[in-house]
């Protein structure tokens, strides 16, 4: 659905894009994560025909992006991060204009407008200025903007940006309910937990560079091979990082009063032995298991590092 | 291409401009002030002498609001156009018009008159007063029509400018400066210098939309003598109404905005490149066809004796193409990522230096080349004027190549700063050759008069004391020995550095 082949950006002497090559297939949700300037804003901009590539190509539903423009962007619904509205027309004309220059034909567009405006929540505001909307409506215009067209990708730039923790709540549902109709979505984002089990496959973008790739559970468990972390908790004193430290591999050991977080590294059957010694060792276990990894452990594990 | 009516852009800003309440009130407050302007004119006129219904007093109420309008409509056109793109972009919409299916054609159209729309509907409002008003200041209809076509083309060629300088420019305010100066500082020049007596270029005069106006309403269109002629010009050696020779100066610079806009007004303000190369070469064609249009031979053949003529027109014709192999080169400059990955691609092939993302140079050449072809060109057909041997084409070909050379070293000069990553390169650029010349100037004024040929273009214009060929000479080697290392400086800067270590993999 969405490839990108080689696909580099410069801006002057700073290599923004450095020779991505990512497919994404249809129906995928994919989380572009990154620290502030890792080139994700860059690489949704070029998607959407907004910059030009200094080198490769980029191609929606098989359409060169930047060979015809117009017709690739039919199949796309862009959304930045801040961005304005046009003050002085009403909910429904504003709609009423993205939909024409969609070109979409009139018998459609009148109940797509009612349609999208209902998807979006905002039925009682469909005939008023956009001027008197709160932020958070502003937001659910602009998506509902993006899918007007029903288009076949949405294109994400940090959606949740500036959006107060209702507004971000609201925009997760609207997502989650788009990805459910079978929409194509690159979004990117580096406040991770907004992206948490909503992205079927991630990419991590580190200095311009795809440092990892794929999807989420693949990464998931390509990682769990490695190791994993075990949060456990009990009552009573127990000198359990003592018997932990003295455990295989166990590392990484955190206590913090009845509660404990230690890495473990061995198979599923050492672990099973580890909890059986602390029983045996007389600790009252309350919990033992392991840590389900959300996507910010992933990155943080794939990451460098950076300041988010 | 929609129907212009149905054109999104334009139907947004009828929308948001025009509803009903806005309407209304604009309406009223432009009756309004037609009625008080009708009232005042009345009111003022002495009653003993010129009794209310005489054709003064409708023919001066007509001018007075045709002239307003012309004045609201383009000060709007200006205003409202001028800022269209540059806003949009500060408040990060124009990217979602980017990425709708509009063409830049419709969007252009859209905005063209879209944004402008209050001032159209304003004019609209007050249009049969005028009407009204000119038919019985016995003003023919012709006239009137004439007039408010002329009104619609100039409105559309100022928005279509104001547009272009939107479009490049991230400051409005700034823009509308530089697009003021332009726009009313040229044609005003242009049409003092065709209007002074025996002026080479009468038809310049046509660039003002009043010239060619006034003999419609049978008024001459300047006081004085000499410029009543003016109501017809020379255009290609046959004398054209005046208003025709407007149409066609409005139409064809129009014409150059339109292609400007419709390449690039979808694009990234950094992707931006007015023309193709091939169209900068077509630009330099339509300048010097112009200006060769524009040239009234059998004036100053009547006026000069052939030989001086024939110099003044060479020289005349050489500062012109100076100048156009400056605007060539400015606006071939390649930006440093476009430059590197087309030398990365193709730096072994001659195919680099033709490409669009080549250096300028190549272009400025084939721009001199084609210059002088029309020169040789246009001698051949000034024939019945002037035999051609009067030309010194040899000589305009040395002239040509000398300038072609200072302007490829200072464009060169540009391109590496461009690469060198300045802020603002060709601003800082220029200011540095700036700085360059002055220097060259006052130290060679004062002590060595020869070396101005050697580190100025000036050689080619001067007597024959500061442009002896010997020093001439010195000056394009020493030109081409600076443009010799600014290359290879500039190739150094391709060569793609070795690349920051990848960050590791987990």
């Not at chain 1, 009139?106 to 005939?127: A, C, F, H």
């Not at chain 2, 220029?430 to 004062?446: K, P, R, V």
Request: proline share 5%.
């Amino acid at each position: 659905m969405i490839e990108f082949q080689n696909l580099r950006r410069e801006y002057g002497d700073l290599v923004a894009v450095r020779d991505l090559q990512v497919s994404i297939p249809e129906g995928e949700v994919y989380g572009l994560i990154g620290p502030n300037g890792a080139g994700k804003t860059t690489i949704i901009r070029m998607a959407c025909g907004l910059l030009t590539p200094t080198a490769g190509r980029i191609t929606i539903s098989g359409v060169d992006v930047h060979r015809h423009p117009e017709l690739a962007q039919s199949h796309i619904g862009y959304l930045s991060d801040f961005f304005s509205v046009y003050d002085d027309l009403k909910v429904w004309e504003y709609l009423d204009y993205f939909g024409r220059a969609y070109k979409m034909p009139d018998s459609q567009l009148r109940p797509r407008i009612d349609e999208v405006i209902q998807q979006v929540g905002l039925e009682v505001k469909r005939d008023s200025l956009i001027r008197g909307l709160s932020r958070g409506m502003k937001q659910r215009l602009g998506i509902a903007r993006a899918i007007i067209h029903k288009p076949k990708v949405l294109l994400l730039d940090e959606p949740a940006s500036g959006l107060d923790p209702k507004a971000r709540a609201d925009l997760r549902n609207l997502l989650l309910a788009l990805r459910s109709e079978g929409a194509t979505v690159l979004i990117s984002s580096h406040i991770l937990p907004d992206l948490e089990g909503f992205c079927t496959s991630i990419g991590v973008m580190e200095k311009g560079v795809m440092v990892r790739t794929g999807r989420v559970a693949d990464i998931s468990s390509q990682e769990a091979q490695h190791f994993c972390v075990v949060r456990l908790s009990w009552v009573g004193e127990a000198p359990v990082e003592q018997i932990l430290s003295s455990a295989n591999a166990v590392s990484d050991i955190a206590i913090r009063g009845y509660e404990g977080l230690f890495r473990f590294t061995g198979s599923d059957d050492e672990l099973a032995a580890l909890l059986q010694h602390l029983i045996s060792q007389g600790v009252r276990i309350l919990s033992f298991g392991e840590v389900k990894q959300t996507i910010e452990d992933l990155y943080l594990k794939l990451s460098l590092n950076e300041v988010m | 291409m929609q129907a212009p009516w149905r054109n999104p852009e334009l139907i947004r800003h009828a929308r948001a401009d025009l509803r009903p309440t806005r309407m209304v009130t604009a309406a009223a407050v432009s009756v309004l002030l037609c009625a008080l302007l009708f009232l005042m004119f009345y009111h003022s006129s002495d009653p003993a002498t010129s009794a209310p219904g005489e054709r003064e007093i409708p023919t001066a109420l007509y001018i007075s609001l045709v002239s307003g309008q012309a004045l609201v409509l383009c000060l709007w056109c200006l205003s409202s156009c001028g800022q269209a793109i540059s806003s949009e972009r500060s408040l990060k919409t124009f990217d979602f018009l980017r990425t709708t299916r509009l063409t830049s054609g419709e969007l252009l159209l859209g905005i063209v008159f879209g944004v402008p729309l209050m001032a159209y509907f304003v004019v609209a409002c007050t249009l049969p007063f005028t009407l009204i008003l000119g038919l019985y200041a016995g003003i023919s209809l012709l006239a009137i029509a004439a007039t408010y076509l002329m009104l619609l083309l100039l409105a559309v060629v100022l928005s279509l400018a104001a547009l272009a300088i939107s479009m490049m420019t991230d400051r409005p305010r700034a823009g509308e400066l530089l697009l003021l100066l332009a726009l009313f500082g040229l044609p005003v020049w242009a049409s003092m210098i065709g209007a002074s007596s025996n002026s080479p270029f009468p038809g310049l005069t046509a660039i003002l939309v009043i010239v060619g106006l006034l003999p419609l309403y049978h008024v001459a269109p300047m006081p004085y003598e000499p410029i009543t002629q003016l109501t017809h010009v020379p255009f290609f050696g046959f004398q054209v109404p005046s208003l025709l020779l407007t149409v066609v100066l409005y139409v064809s610079v129009g014409a150059w905005l339109l292609l400007i806009l419709l390449r690039n007004l979808k694009k990234d303000r950094e992707d931006i490149r007015l023309l193709s190369r091939w169209q900068v070469v077509g630009f330099t064609v339509y300048l010097n066809v112009l200006v060769f249009a524009l040239l009234d031979l059998r004036t100053i053949h009547s006026n000069s004796s052939e030989s001086a003529f024939t110099s003044d027109i060479a020289l005349g014709y050489l500062g012109l193409n100076f100048l156009i192999l400056y605007a060539v080169g400015l606006a071939s400059l390649t930006a440093p990522a476009r430059l590197r990955s087309g030398w990365v691609r193709a730096s072994s092939s001659a195919k680099f230096y033709w490409s669009e993302d080549g250096l300028p140079w190549p272009w400025m050449a084939a721009s001199a080349l084609t210059a002088f072809l029309l020169f040789v060109l246009e001698a051949v057909v000034a024939r019945p004027f002037i035999s051609f041997s009067e030309w010194s084409v040899g000589g305009l070909a040395a002239g040509l190549f000398v300038l072609l050379v200072f302007a490829v070293r200072d464009v060169l000069f540009l391109q590496w700063c461009a690469l060198k990553g300045f802020r603002s390169p060709a601003v800082k650029g220029m200011l540095f050759l700036l700085l360059y010349y002055i220097t060259a100037l006052t130290i060679t004024g004062f002590f060595f008069h020869s070396g101005i040929a050697w580190f100025t273009p000036l050689g080619v214009f001067g007597d024959a004391e500061l442009g002896t060929p010997v020093s001439v000479f010195i000056g394009v080697v020493l030109q081409l020995v600076v443009s010799v290392y600014l290359s290879i400086a500039i190739r150094q800067r391709l060569v793609p550095s070795p690349l920051p270590p990848l960050p590791r993999m987990p």
